[in-house]
């Protein structure tokens, strides 16, 4: 992860447990203790200031009161509804050595695929009662000693009513992760990692490779894109739940943007290399996780795709079920020059070059990137291709095979007239460069 920094785009007001998770990361553990500590004797059933109070003592070597606290934590995430949070407990847990397989089977058994508790998409649990924090740290005379056992006995105090409440609550699933089984879910929660992020910390950078995705347990994070001109454009504001970099799961394309974090985060991290080995042992997981992404890309697709949105919304989906997705290496052919189009390929994610070879010379007709399409000059004007169609960067597309073509077309007029505008408008501009290059020659010659 880059330690680089960037500023917020919009400014953030300091909670009380951003200031303790701020402390915590550069090293002052007793003022993140003071503010952790100041939470917890006001509301004790806040599971990342337990989480915080279990890790802080584990690093003081306090480790029976931290896998206590942090066992708490667990809990609460769980009583919060909170996925990402319960798991980035357990996490913290299995740092201090602590064996965590039963912990993992029971947050699994309440959050997985057909979980009696898991609500309906969509439904949201009712909420917990939280009052308003007064932001008041413990005083600096608590300090050393006196302020760690103060904190101990906050996280060994347990909360009025919690056992009831905690195996009675519904919970809402989280992204991805819900749609996997029990015995899937256990295997994902075993490799995913846990980082804690300042304000400021640029997570994802853009136009770099990235083989993570992250799933914000706590905090807030700016997607952020910069233009070719210099400036910047906040494309979202994410929050606990939220998902991102998941691309990263399906290609090795460049990320699209940057992602800061504008407030204190905890940030579970799922790497390609340890998905990939769980994948190996579990295709179920592996087929839910390309569903996902699958999606997911589809819908960036059609807030980019100009042959998509010439489709009624209701159709979308129906038309999307007929690509194939496919994958390329950086300089791999997705079409030959001189060759029948095996079919139209929508670019999901990746950048291509279309080039016009003539003899020794090589022309770059045009670079494209995620939204636009290949192949349909081919396919519309019924000739072989004018040029080839290349990789530069890893690219993922939709392919939609040339037997299939005809009977989109039937059923999708409007896509066959955009087709032909554009496989028209291309022809010119290819015809263009071409005579533009012929009359260069003359001139030269003439000379």
């Not at 306090?62 to 066992?71: G, K, M, P, W, Y």
């Not at 454009?233 to 800061?260: I, N, P, Y």
Request: aromatic fraction near 2%; charge should be negative.
């Amino acid at each position: 992860m880059s330690s680089s920094r960037e500023a917020s785009q919009t400014p953030v007001a300091r909670s009380p447990l951003d200031l303790a998770i701020t402390a915590a990361i550069s090293g002052d553990n007793e003022a993140a203790l003071r503010h952790a500590g100041a939470i917890l004797e006001e509301d004790p059933t806040r599971s990342v200031a337990v989480l915080l109070a279990g890790r802080i003592l584990g690093v003081l070597g306090q480790t029976d009161v931290a896998t206590l606290a942090l066992r708490r934590a667990v809990r609460l995430g769980v009583l919060e509804g909170s996925l990402p949070r319960a798991a980035a407990a357990a996490i913290e847990l299995s740092k201090l050595g602590v064996d965590t397989k039963e912990i993992r089977s029971r947050i699994a058994e309440v959050f997985a695929r057909g979980s009696r508790r898991l609500l309906a998409q969509g439904a949201t649990p009712p909420a917990l009662v939280r009052q308003r924090l007064s932001g008041i740290p413990l005083p600096h005379t608590l300090a050393g000693i006196e302020l760690v056992q103060h904190i101990k006995n906050l996280v060994i105090a347990e909360p009025d009513g919690y056992e009831g409440d905690e195996e009675a609550r519904p919970v809402s699933g989280q992204s991805l992760l819900s749609a996997l089984d029990q015995g899937g879910l256990e295997r994902m929660l075993e490799v995913l990692d846990l980082v804690w992020v300042g304000a400021g910390t640029k997570v994802v950078e853009q136009a770099q490779s990235g083989q993570e995705a992250y799933i914000l347990a706590r905090g807030e994070v700016e997607v952020i894109r910069q233009s070719d001109r210099g400036g910047s454009l906040v494309l979202a504001r994410l929050g606990a739940g939220a998902l991102f970099g998941e691309m990263a799961l399906l290609s090795r394309a460049a990320r699209a943007a940057s992602v800061v974090a504008c407030r204190p985060s905890l940030l579970l991290v799922a790497r390609k290399e340890d998905l990939d080995k769980v994948v190996a042992t579990s295709p179920d997981v592996g087929n839910v996780l390309a569903d996902y992404c699958r999606r997911r890309m589809m819908d960036n697709l059609v807030r980019t795709s100009a042959i998509l949105k010439s489709v009624e919304p209701q159709e979308r989906s129906h038309l999307m079920q007929l690509f194939v997705t496919r994958s390329f290496e950086k300089g791999e052919r997705l079409i030959r020059q001189g060759q029948e189009s095996e079919g139209l390929q929508l670019i999901a994610s990746g950048e291509v070059a279309v080039v016009r070879h003539d003899g020794e010379d090589r022309t770059v007709l045009a670079t494209l990137t995620a939204g636009e399409v290949v192949g349909e000059m081919s396919l519309v004007l019924r000739r072989p291709s004018t040029a080839d169609v290349v990789a530069t960067a890893p690219t993922v597309t939709l392919h939609l095979p040339h037997g299939q073509f005809m009977g989109i077309v039937r059923r999708y007029p409007e896509v066959l007239s955009h087709l032909y505008e554009l496989a028209v408008d291309r022809d010119a501009i290819t015809s263009s460069i071409v005579a533009q290059e012929a009359t260069d020659a003359d001139d030269f010659v003439l000379l």
